[in-house]
């Protein structure tokens, strides 16, 4: 069971472009995290988002969780071929942390 | 250490074989997670060990799969007659406490021939 839903699933832009990325749920989470994964390696944390309606900025990126803690986005401004990755929102509940499908995203030169 | 540890970072075996896969948590985490990531796809979790007990192994697809965590650190997760659908990526990740912030080691690649 897939409790988390990323869009979009692929997206190719251009350096310098802006974009974002949704995660949605209709499930309540204590938290939720960002991790970007490059091939071949683990994911790496991001950000966590705890309370409802925060915003947070990590230089380019903004992350906003949703009101009611059930979704997320990321937004990236000005996009560099550094941010090329694979992007994971993962929800926190009971014991677990669920991951939502993914957003690969290629950032062309 | 600085960070997760995993070893083997890849496994090559034969479909039948039995394999260990192996996580060394960052210090003082009492909190380890496994989890299978296959291509295009999100982790999935496996199981959920707090200190030395597995709080939760849900997750683990069958009973060929088992886990263990003896001395509440490292961690060893063990298929046996491992089958050609084993084949993925198994992450391993650790938290201070409880369901805070994971970080995750590098996986192993498991492939089964």
């Known amino acids: 069971t897939q409790l988390l839903e990323q869009s979009p699933q692929f997206l190719s832009i251009q350096e310098g472009e802006n974009l974002t990325v949704y995660c949605n749920s209709s499930s309540v989470f204590s938290s939720l995290q960002w991790y970007r994964q490059e091939p071949g390696e683990g994911p790496v944390l991001l950000v966590t988002?705890?309370?409802?309606?925060e915003v947070k900025k990590l230089k380019r990126l903004t992350f906003q969780f949703g009101d009611a803690r059930k979704d997320s986005s990321l937004h990236i401004t000005a996009a560099q071929p550094g941010d090329t990755g694979l992007y994971l929102c993962a929800g926190a509940g009971g014991n677990q942390f669920y991951f939502g499908t993914g957003t690969s995203l290629t950032v062309i030169p | 250490g600085a960070g997760v540890s995993q070893t083997p970072s890849n496994k090559v075996t034969e479909k039948g074989k039995y394999v260990e896969l192996r996580c060394d948590p960052i210090s003082g985490h009492t909190a380890l997670y496994w989890y299978r990531q296959s291509l295009g796809q999100g982790p999935e979790f496996l199981i959920y060990?707090?200190?030395?007990?597995?709080?939760?192994d849900s997750g683990l697809p069958n009973d060929r799969f088992f886990a263990v965590r003896p001395e509440g650190s490292v961690s060893t997760l063990k298929i046996q007659r491992t089958e050609r659908g084993d084949s993925a990526v198994y992450l391993c990740?650790?938290?201070?406490?409880?369901?805070?912030?994971?970080?995750f080691g590098q996986g192993t690649r498991l492939t089964v021939v």
């Open positions: 988002v705890v309370t409802g309606g």
């Open positions: 060990f707090q200190g030395t007990g597995a709080a939760d």
């Open positions: 990740a650790s938290s201070l406490t409880g369901i805070t912030e994971a970080f």
